[in-house]
């Protein structure tokens, strides 16, 4: 069974940080591109950053350069998202989601076969 399970998110103040997980069983980690994605109450899904370990492309959503790092673990088929100086617009359901076309694209939803259930992450003011 394919499964990807996110991790990490909370509640945080304004200028902290958090590291979320994403931990992706059941298909060969190897063969995809992992990349996050975000979607806040009423408003359209983001793409946030994604890594491909096989062209070394990374790729970050304008809103979270400087504060965002991907970074995967194949030994333990894991990527990680660490969200530092974190702002009241990052509040939002974190998703990941794995591309078998490897193609990075983080405005290209349907290249993605499958996606984890989400985790939370709200920002306080």
């Known amino acids: 069974e394919v499964q990807l399970v996110e991790s990490g998110g909370g509640l945080v103040q304004a200028g902290g940080s958090l590291r979320l997980s994403c931990a992706a069983s059941?298909?060969?980690?190897?063969?995809?591109?992992i990349a996050w994605f975000r979607q806040a109450p009423g408003k359209e899904r983001e793409g946030v950053s994604c890594?491909?370990?096989?062209?070394?492309?990374?790729d970050y959503a304008d809103s979270v350069k400087g504060r965002f790092t991907i970074s995967s673990d194949h030994a333990k088929n894991t990527v990680a998202l660490q969200m530092n100086n974190l702002k009241p617009d990052d509040t939002a359901v974190y998703y990941c989601?794995?591309?078998?076309?490897?193609?990075?694209?983080?405005?290209?939803?349907?290249?993605?076969?499958?996606w984890g259930q989400g985790t939370q992450v709200t920002v306080s003011a």
């Open positions: 059941g298909f060969t980690f190897d063969d995809y591109v």
């Open positions: 989601a794995a591309d078998p076309r490897r193609l990075c694209a983080l405005n290209i939803f349907s290249s993605y076969d499958y």
């Open positions: 890594f491909n370990k096989h062209d070394g492309r990374i």
